[in-house]
Every structure is written in C-alpha cells, then in structure tokens.
C-alpha cells in the first residue's frame, strides 16, 4: 500500500510567515511515481491554519516522470509564483465585498451542494457553517465568509442529523484529492461571487 501513496507539501516564503495570510505553492506527487508531479497555487490563513486552494484546474502544472523533469519542475513553480500576484487581488476583492445576510447563506447553501449528495439532506445547516470558530471570523464580507465556510467544511466535527435523523457528526475532509477538489470547488465559487458583486 505504501507504494502508491500520494503525497503533499505545502511551501510558503518565510518573508510571509509574520502576516495573516501566506501564498503558497502546493506539491502534489504519488510515491510510486505513476502520476504526474503536480503544482498547485494555493494560500494559508494563520488564525485558522487552513490551506486554502486557490484557482482552477486549468491553473494546476502537471509534470510527467519523463523527460527534462528538473527543468519542467523549475518552470512551473515560476508559473505558479507568477500567480500570486493575482491571487491577492482576488483575496483583497472578496475582502471588499459586503454579503447581507441572504448572500452569506446563499454562498453556504453553495457549498453543502459541494459536498454532499443531492439525493440524501445534508447533515448540517447553512447556519453551522457560518458559524464563527474565533472572534476575528465574525466579519461578513467575502473573505471572512468564504473563510468561516472553508474551515467548517475541511475539518468538520459539527454535530448535526443524517438522512435517517440519528445524530451525526460531520468528517474532516482529510483525502488529498477531496481536498483539494472541495478547496478549489469553494475558491472558485467564492471568486464567481466577487465577480458577480464587482
């Protein structure tokens, strides 16, 4: 099992580490080195220590194990730095747009539909993942919202009900792949609405 096991880091310049966010280029790679070597742009919010993917799949750098590996590696990772730049515009956007109350809920209804199945009631309300964990998280603009959403979702343990009404609590989304696919699923529709709101 050990053999196929897949693999991330997350790297961040020191310069970045006193702030309250920090750019990040995250490594994906499998042991066996039957998929790609991949690169990803993503960010770290300190308060909560919570990776945050950032961008689309069109965005992610894939290196095959054949070839100039090296080279294609030093390239991509200049690829991803070059994004920063706009990431943190798009940070500092959704930190400027305002949600009401009706928009908060509607970005959590959102992102229930990620995660769970349409078929079965999610566990939890849009309520519980707007809850705040920490003071500095009460703020309702973009960000602070898209943030709030993000960490309930990734590390779970919100009590609610399954489909059959017993009590439950919600799973820490610990895979790799979900993940990074529920991460980027909610950068993206939280850019969408920045979008929208500008």
């Known amino acids: 099992m050990r053999d196929y096991t897949k693999h991330m880091l997350r790297l961040r310049h020191a310069d970045q580490i006193s702030g309250r966010e920090a750019n990040e280029v995250i490594l994906l790679n499998s042991h066996n080195g039957q998929s790609s070597y991949q690169m990803i742009s993503g960010m770290i919010r300190f308060a909560c220590q919570n990776g945050i993917v950032c961008g689309n799949a069109l965005s992610d750098i894939r290196v095959p194990h054949k070839g100039d590996v090296i080279g294609q590696v030093i390239e991509g990772a200049f690829s991803v ?44 309300t849009e309520a519980q993942l707007l809850a705040p964990r920490r003071i500095e998280d009460r703020g309702s603009d973009l960000w602070t919202t898209f943030n709030r959403v993000q960490e309930n979702m ?18 820490a989304v610990t895979g790799i792949d979900q993940n990074i696919r529920l991460n980027r699923a909610l950068w993206v529709l939280a850019d969408e609405l920045r979008r929208l709101r500008g």
């Open 81 to 124: 730095l070059d994004g920063f730049e706009g990431q943190t515009e798009q940070r500092e956007g959704m930190a400027e747009a305002v949600l009401d109350e009706g928009e908060q809920n509607a970005f959590a209804r959102a992102a229930l539909a990620l995660r769970y199945d349409d078929d079965k009631p999610a566990p939890v």
């Open 154 to 171: 990734t590390r779970g343990g919100l009590q609610g009900r399954n489909a059959a009404g017993r009590a439950t609590t919600t799973r």
